[in-house]
């Protein structure tokens, strides 16, 4: 008795359409995800190098080593600072504030200040700084 040998067919398994769905789904989930910023205060500080001054109003906070605030040239304390600088920005929103502090001065109260111009509206901030010198480069 002789047996027959069949030949095997090969099974194959067409993944195309497979990736097809795979990359729609890609897609998908690329389109309908948000991103998460991290938390922080963005500022657009000025090149040091090659900036020049432009004519604009401006507001000053400085703040001391010994973390006193002066706004306008007269001391303030730190819970009336949001106040005082709305009824600055009354007479033109579009003014700059820059905060002149010391860099001995803690760093809480610098964000602290920066965060309350924020929410008072201000977009324009300035951090001032020194130019270094030649040799500290």
Same mark, same amino acid.
């Given at each position: ?13 067409? !993944?195309? #359409? ?9 897609? %998908? %989930? ?12 963005? =500022? ?10 432009? &004519? +604009? ?6 703040? +001391? ?5 002066? %706004? /306008? /040239?007269? #001391?303030?304390?730190?819970?009336? %600072?949001?106040?005082?600088? !709305? ?9 700059? =504030? ?6 001995? +001065? ?12 924020? =929410?008072? /509206? ?6 001032? +700084?020194?130019?270094?010198? &030649? /040799?500290?480069?």
């Amino acid at each position: 008795m002789r047996f027959r040998h069949r030949k095997k067919r090969r099974v194959t398994i067409d !993944i195309s #359409a497979m990736i097809d769905v795979v990359f729609l789904l890609l897609l %998908f %989930f690329l389109v309908t995800s948000t991103f998460l910023e991290a938390p922080g205060i963005n =500022l657009d500080l000025p090149d040091a190098t090659s900036s020049t001054a432009a &004519e +604009t109003e401006e507001l000053t906070v400085v703040i +001391t080593e010994e973390n006193q605030i002066f %706004f /306008g /040239g007269k #001391a303030i304390r730190k819970q009336d %600072f949001p106040q005082q600088l !709305i009824e600055a920005m009354k007479s033109n929103p579009r003014r700059v =504030l820059i905060v002149q502090a010391d860099e001995k +001065t803690d760093h809480g109260i610098v964000v602290h200040i920066i965060d309350q111009a924020r =929410l008072a /509206g201000m977009k324009n901030l300035v951090i001032a +700084t020194e130019p270094a010198e &030649e /040799g500290a480069r």
